[in-house]
């Protein structure tokens, strides 16, 4: 079975700093994706950043970065300088390549100004 | 823009009612999904179909059924509304071709069953 722990249900940053948001998983496959989606209060959900299970090098988007940590099955998401603008729910979801994918019970985040 | 539109934003629904919720894309996507939302649990998979007139179930299918007559539409119907459906149900969609893992999601369906 395939399952994403997200064990933080909230978090809260002050604007300009750094947060890291928490996720592990678990999974039989060896090849798989991973993903951080950010859902905006009463907005649709999109992607934030994407990570090949077989690419060692953590994945990055501008702000955004992950450390990706095979061994242990975890896969956090680094929001560096955050913004007004980054305050929403955080999913992290898995999908093996042999399976639907996974999504994680989320991380609400609040940015204060 | 890829564009995933779902008909209502919000519903107030009775028990028993039949309740269909909507979901067109705009992108000619293959594969369609219809997730359900709620708090602590994230995101679970109620059905996904993956070509017209085709349907799989998901993790949580009972209480619910599907329709995709047109590769753009995917409909959820809820035959007989209960109060443990209320809750927030999304679309999305996602091409058959190289594979990317990106879902292009609707903006949501707050569905109330009173």
């Known amino acids: 079975a395939q399952t994403v722990t997200q064990s933080q249900p909230e978090m809260s940053v002050q604007e300009a700093e750094t947060v890291t948001l928490s996720c592990t998983y678990d999974t039989s496959e060896s090849d798989y994706y991973l993903f951080w989606y950010k859902q905006p209060p009463s907005r649709q959900m999109i992607l934030v950043i994407r990570?090949?299970?077989?690419?060692?090098q953590n994945a990055t988007e501008n702000r955004f970065s992950v450390n990706f940590q095979k061994a242990a099955k975890s896969f956090s998401l680094k929001i560096s300088d955050s913004q007004l603008g980054d305050a929403a729910m955080y999913f992290c979801?898995?999908?093996?390549?042999?399976?639907?994918?996974?999504f994680g019970a989320g991380t609400r985040l609040t940015v204060k100004p | 823009d890829v564009k995933v539109t779902q008909s209502s934003r919000y519903l107030v629904k009775r028990t028993g009612e039949k309740v269909f919720l909507e979901c067109v894309q705009d992108?000619?996507?293959?594969?369609m999904f219809w997730y359900r939302q709620d708090p602590g649990l994230g995101l679970r998979l109620i059905y996904f179909s993956y070509d017209v007139k085709m349907k799989e179930k998901g993790d949580i299918p009972e209480g619910y059924s599907v329709s995709r007559e047109k590769k753009e539409r995917f409909s959820l119907i809820l035959e007989s509304a209960s109060t443990n459906q209320t809750s927030m149900y999304l679309c999305a969609s996602w091409t058959g071709g190289e594979y990317t893992g990106e879902l292009f999601f609707g903006e949501g369906s707050r569905l109330t069953v009173l």
């Open positions: 979801a898995l999908n093996p390549m042999t399976d639907d994918m996974r």
């Open positions: 992108m000619d996507h293959e594969n």
């Open positions: 990570q090949e299970a077989y690419k060692q």
